[in-house]
């Protein structure tokens, strides 16, 4: 595609239910990363694959979260038992190669989770 | 400590203002330097990168990295109304896109 798509745009969850939210990264990106960004703060690192397999998943907060990508594409970041500090917005950025210096690393529009 | 620490603002400035933007950061080893600016409900989109001490200018903004005291700067010059957004700066800490980022300024530019 064009960009980065993320789904669902706004997810609104009751505390203790478990939400998928999916990322379409840019065609032929094989760098994917999942970063949160809570109110008022910077992006927090989630996790990073390259392909299919996730060589820094250091950024998850606890066991509550996961994350996959399949045919090195898309990527779905799971989070199970939700509860209100997992009230953020859920970024899904892309790149061409590893992320170092020429390869810009691109983002989604972002996923807006609140856990009522 | 923060890996990277970010002047939290927020600013507001009159149209036609020069903008200062400023980050601290900790870790010596970092190589590459990003501004990125988030519209309301948007994502990241990145504005400029760098990855030596010095300035860097496209058009109306310079980024500027010093090295020596670990301080990153992103100037906007003539600042329009559509420069209001949220500047993030972020750091390259790894070799495969891991970004560290600031907390982030909001900059709003009145007409």
């Known amino acids: 595609g064009a960009g980065v798509s993320q789904s669902p745009s706004n997810k609104v969850t009751e505390k203790g239910k478990d939400v998928e939210l999916r990322c379409d990264p840019i065609?032929?990106?094989?760098?994917l990363y999942w970063y949160r960004q809570s109110l008022g703060q910077g992006l927090e690192f989630l996790i990073y694959f390259q392909g299919n397999s996730a060589p820094d998943k250091s950024g998850l907060p606890s066991d509550r979260f996961s994350a996959e990508r399949t045919g090195g594409s898309v990527s779905t970041l799971t989070i199970q038992r939700t509860q209100q500090e997992d009230s953020a917005v859920y970024l899904c950025?892309?790149?061409?190669?590893?992320?170092?210096?020429?390869?810009?690393?691109?983002f989604g529009e972002g996923s807006w989770l609140t856990v009522v | 400590q923060k890996e990277v620490e970010q002047d939290p603002g927020p600013l507001s400035v009159p149209e036609g203002a020069i903008v200062s933007l400023n980050c601290t950061y900790s870790n010596s080893a970092f190589q590459y330097f990003m501004w990125y600016r988030q519209y309301s409900r948007k994502g990241p989109e990145l504005l400029m990168y760098t990855y030596s001490s010095g300035n860097k200018e496209d058009g109306r903004f310079t980024a500027q990295v010093d090295k020596s005291s670990k301080y990153i700067s992103l100037f906007i010059r003539d600042s329009q109304p559509s420069d209001s957004a949220t500047y993030l700066c972020?750091?390259?800490?790894?070799?495969?896109?891991?970004?560290?980022f600031g907390q982030g300024t909001i900059l709003t530019v009145h007409p």
């Open positions: 950025a892309s790149s061409s190669g590893a992320g170092a210096s020429g390869n810009t690393i691109y």
């Open positions: 065609s032929g990106h094989t760098a």
């Open positions: 972020a750091i390259l800490g790894t070799s495969y896109g891991k970004l560290t």
